[in-house]
């Protein structure tokens, strides 16, 4: 089993339906199933505001950088209706994993 150790979260609004942000999500999961290094990839939705996330989990900071500034990701605001003044993207590091289990 591949360990994440780096983490991105995209986090923003959308200017698309939520009907056609899903459409445009579920159209890219081949895409993202070929990233280098990307280990998983989370979409979320937040309840109250609207807000769709990102979560990637990388093996590597090399591979999410690598993704990050590759061309893949520079379509993803025009891709996903990114209304850029909610856009919000961070990088972590992985700490802690609580259900990290070790497959024999």
Not at 14 to 27: A, D, T, Y
Not at 53 to 80: D, M, Q
Request: aromatic share 10%.
């Amino acid at each position: 089993m591949k360990r994440a150790t780096a983490v991105l979260s995209v986090k923003f609004n959308s200017s698309h339906s939520q009907e056609k942000l899903m459409q445009v999500c579920n159209e890219d999961l081949n895409v993202f199933r070929d990233v280098p290094g990307l280990i998983e990839k989370y979409y979320i939705a937040e309840e109250t505001t609207g807000a769709i996330s990102g979560i990637y989990l990388f093996e590597t900071k090399s591979s999410r950088g690598a993704f990050w500034t590759s061309e893949l990701a520079a379509k993803i605001p025009e891709r996903y209706g990114v209304i850029p003044e909610t856009l919000r993207v961070e990088e972590y590091d992985m700490a802690i994993v609580l259900n990290e289990t070790v497959l024999s």
